[in-house]
């Protein structure tokens, strides 16, 4: 079974500061991706980035990066210099062998202007 | 460019009264498309998914139900609401199920 630990309390960052969010994952599968969305108060989920288990570099989209550590199991989302919209819940998922996404339970970030 | 639509956004309902809940996708063609549920502060539950038209797997034993008359159609539906009914529901798609997933902006569903 797969499983997504995300046991960070809420979080707060400076604005122009960075920050990251924690993902620890569990599975048995030898092929996986991982997944960070970011849901704002709306309540819409905003895919950010994607990470395969077999790729050789962190994946990095703009100010988002995925700091991949396969060995320990963690996937964590990095922020680099937080804007004020990027206060929202953040949610690490994975997808497994079954092709379905398991979410963690989320991080409340609040970026202080 | 491909977008996601549902409504209604909001919606109070009775206990025992029916549900459905509409999902459209425009700007592809045989998406993937998938249900979930969002209780208060929590993370989201795979309700259902579907790889086609008439197409559905269901993930949690449930009193409610999902269609897929058309290829960018997807519907929720149940003939009588409970009061744990009650929740964020999101629909989603992905041009595969090896993709990301793309979510429509959700309706929220308060069962009276």
């Known amino acids: 079974a797969q499983k997504i630990t995300q046991t960070q309390p809420g979080m707060f960052v400076q604005e122009k500061e960075a920050v990251t969010l924690d993902c620890t994952y569990d599975t048995s599968d030898p092929s996986y991706g991982l997944f960070w969305y970011k849901q704002p108060s709306s309540g819409e989920m905003i895919f950010l980035i994607y990470q395969g288990s077999y790729d050789q570099q962190n994946a990095t989209e703009g100010r988002y990066s995925l700091n991949f550590q396969k060995a320990r199991k963690s996937a964590n989302l990095v922020i680099s210099a937080s804007q004020l919209g990027d206060s929202a819940m953040y949610f690490c998922a994975m997808r497994g062998a079954n092709s379905k996404l398991t979410f963690g339970k989320g991080i409340t970030l609040s970026v202080r202007p | 460019s491909q977008t996601i639509h549902q409504w209604p956004a909001t919606l109070v309902q009775p206990v025992g009264s029916p549900l459905s809940l509409e999902c459209t996708v425009e700007g592809t063609s045989n998406p993937n498309l998938y249900w979930y549920r969002q209780a208060a502060g929590r993370g989201l539950q795979l309700l259902f998914y579907?790889?086609?038209?008439?197409?559905i797997s269901s993930e949690v034993p449930q009193n409610l139900s999902a269609s897929r008359p058309q290829d960018r159609q997807f519907i929720l539906s149940s003939k009588k609401l409970l009061l744990s009914d009650s929740g964020f529901y999101l629909c989603?798609?992905?041009?595969?199920?090896?993709?990301?997933?793309?979510f429509g902006p959700g309706t929220r569903l308060t069962v009276t």
């Open positions: 579907s790889v086609g038209i008439g197409q």
């Open positions: 989603a798609w992905s041009p595969t199920l090896l993709y990301e997933q793309y």
